[in-house]
């Protein structure tokens, strides 16, 4: 069974910066890119960031190119985001999720797996 557990979330001030850690498990991830994504109250699911197999190539939001960065350990079965510079308007829900090969990196439908999601809030 795979699970996603996501964990750094809480509450930070205007200027602030969080890392989240999502935790793979269940079966090997290998070839498979990993992404986070971001739901706010009333709003649609956000793509953020996504980071493919090798780690090398990332790609990221318009809204938070240059304040976050995503990153994975493929040993561990883990993916980060550090988020730097925060505003308010990153208040949301974050998830992370697993992406299905051959499919886009910005599309929620073309993600298989997602964890429970971690709620990062900023203070204004």
């Known amino acids: 069974q795979v699970q996603l557990v996501e964990s750094g979330g809480g509450l930070v001030q205007a200027g602030g910066s969080l890392r989240l850690s999502c935790a793979a498990s269940?079966?090997?991830?290998?070839?498979?890119?990993m992404g986070w994504f971001r739901q706010a109250p009333g709003k649609e699911r956000e793509f953020v960031a996504v980071v493919r197999w090798s780690g090398g190539i990332t790609y990221y939001g318009d809204s938070v190119r240059g304040r976050f960065t995503i990153s994975r350990d493929n040993a561990k079965n883990t993916v980060l985001l550090q988020m730097n510079s925060l505003k308010p308007e990153d208040t949301a829900v974050y998830y992370c999720a697993v992406g299905i090969p051959g499919r886009t990196w910005n599309d929620a439908h073309d993600y298989a797996y997602w964890g429970q999601g971690t709620q990062v809030t900023v203070s204004s």
């Open positions: 269940g079966r090997t991830f290998s070839g498979y890119a």
